[in-house]
């Protein structure tokens, strides 16, 4: 369904066939941290996870093929297309879909989309028209933080 190779920005995600809208690309869990990495995912207010799977080399961008279904208290994080992605394609998410804050990407986002935020930060600085699109792909702890997200904005 998926292949990792070597892209303009290190390793990315390729997908190999055809994906529909809500379809589940790659599902995974890793080991609790509790401190950001280059590489985890934040699962809850204090909690991030490293997945030793493709999952870790899922880029960002500003407006995504992909979104991240993150629960609370599931032990699971599944990546699903948010709209057909064809073959080739790289398999994209934006980070500030689950993480509250992001301290390892300092220098401009290079997404090219014409919706680029110009640079990488997380969900407190996520715009409202972002938050309402994105639905049920914005992390359930984050929720929890809007009242803190709307002060840091």
């Known amino acids: 369904m998926i ?3 070597e892209g303009r920005l290190g390793k990315e995600v390729r997908a190999l066939r055809h994906a529909a809208p809500g379809q589940v690309l790659l599902q ?4 609790r941290v509790s ?14 996870v490293i997945i030793d799977s493709p999952i870790q080399f899922l880029n960002h961008s500003c ?4 979104g991240v279904l993150l629960r609370r208290g599931k032990n699971s994080l599944e990546i699903h297309a948010l709209r ?6 790289e398999l994209t998410i ?3 879909t689950f993480e509250f804050e992001i301290h390892f990407m300092t220098s401009a986002c290079q997404c090219g989309s014409p919706q680029c935020r110009v640079n990488i930060t997380g969900y407190k600085d996520l715009p409202e028209e972002r938050r309402a699109a994105y639905g049920q792909y914005i992390a359930d702890f ?3 933080l809007e ?5 840091a904005g």
Not at 35 to 48: A, M
Not at 63 to 66: S, V
């Open 94 to 96: 934006d980070y500030a």
């Open 147 to 151: 009242p803190a997200a709307h002060k």
């Open 84 to 89: 057909a992605i064809e073959p080739g394609e």
């Open 63 to 66: 407006d995504p093929n992909c």
């Open 35 to 48: 401190h950001r990495t280059r590489h985890s995912i934040q699962v809850d207010f204090c909690d991030h």
């Open 142 to 144: 984050l929720h929890d």
């Open 28 to 31: 995974g869990w890793g080991e």
């Open 3 to 5: 292949e990792v190779r």
